[in-house]
T-cell receptor, first 114, second 115 residues
Framework: AQKVTQAQTEISVVEKEDVTLDCVYE???????LFWYKQPPSGELVFLIR??????QNEISGRYSWNFQKSTSSFNFTITASQVVDSAVYFC???????????FGQGTTLQVKP | DAGVIQSPRHEVTEMGQEVTLRCKPI?????LFWYRQTMMRGLELLIY????????DSGMPEDRFSAKMPNASFSTLKIQPSEPRDSAVYFC?????????????FGDGTRLSIL
């Protein structure tokens, strides 16, 4: 079965702290894709990043970075020097290579306090 | 470029009424997805289309729900008759080839309340 687990339901940090959001996935497929989406308080879902199962290179984009480790089936997301505008629900999602279907985790609510 | 456009943004109606949600995908995207978001079940895929043809409707909860895509630029999700448990946020998303690493781009959602 395919599954995405985001064990952290809610995280609260103070502005400028670093924060890591965990994502663990389960799949038997050798080809799959991982995604992170952000849902701010306004409600829309914003695509952040994608990763292929055969590309374990980590990625940095400004204050955001992603750590993909196949050995532990994890795709964690770190925000460096968090800001109030980072407050949102963050979703990790998994898609197998032979289907268009996205399986979402339950989401992690991040609150960044000033 | 215009993103995925959904209408209405909010819908409040009484139980038993027909509800129609609308979606315009991003131009050039051949795949269209309908999702539902609730506190209990999170984000779940209801149905998706490729070139206007339904590919997987296994997530459609029951016969009260139906979805159509009459052309490449328009899709509807209908609930008839509606029930209070249908209250949720419904998202439409579109994508180029999703069988690769192409992401799905989401609309702003329709917040549906059934009284």
């Amino acid at each position: 079965a395919q599954k995405v687990t985001q064990a952290q339901t809610e995280i609260s940090v103070v502005e400028k702290e670093d924060v890591t959001l965990d994502c663990v996935y389960e799949t038997r497929d050798t080809t799959y894709y991982l995604f992170w989406y952000k849902q701010p308080p306004s409600g829309e879902l914003v695509f952040l990043i994608r990763r292929n199962s055969f590309d374990e290179q980590n990625e940095i984009s400004g204050r955001y970075s992603w750590n993909f480790q196949k050995s532990t089936s994890s795709f964690n997301f770190t925000i460096t020097a968090s800001q109030v505008v980072d407050s949102a629900v963050y979703f990790c999602a998994l898609r197998m290579g032979n289907t268009g279907k996205l399986i979402f985790g339950q989401g992690t609510t991040l609150q960044v306090k000033p | 470029d215009a993103g995925v456009i959904q209408s209405p943004r909010h819908e409040v109606t009484e139980m038993g009424q027909e509800v129609t949600l609308r979606c315009k995908p991003i131009s050039g995207h051949d795949y269209l997805f309908w999702y539902r978001q609730t506190m209990m079940r999170g984000l779940e895929l209801l149905i998706y289309f490729n070139n206007n043809v339904p590919i997987d409707d296994s997530g459609m909860p029951e016969d009260r729900f139906s979805a159509k895509m009459p052309n490449a630029s328009f899709s509807t999700l209908k609930i008839q008759p509606s029930e209070p448990r249908d209250s949720a946020v419904y998202f439409c998303a579109s994508s180029q080839d999703p069988y690769s690493n192409q992401p799905q781009h989401f609309g702003d959602g329709t917040r549906l309340s059934i009284l």
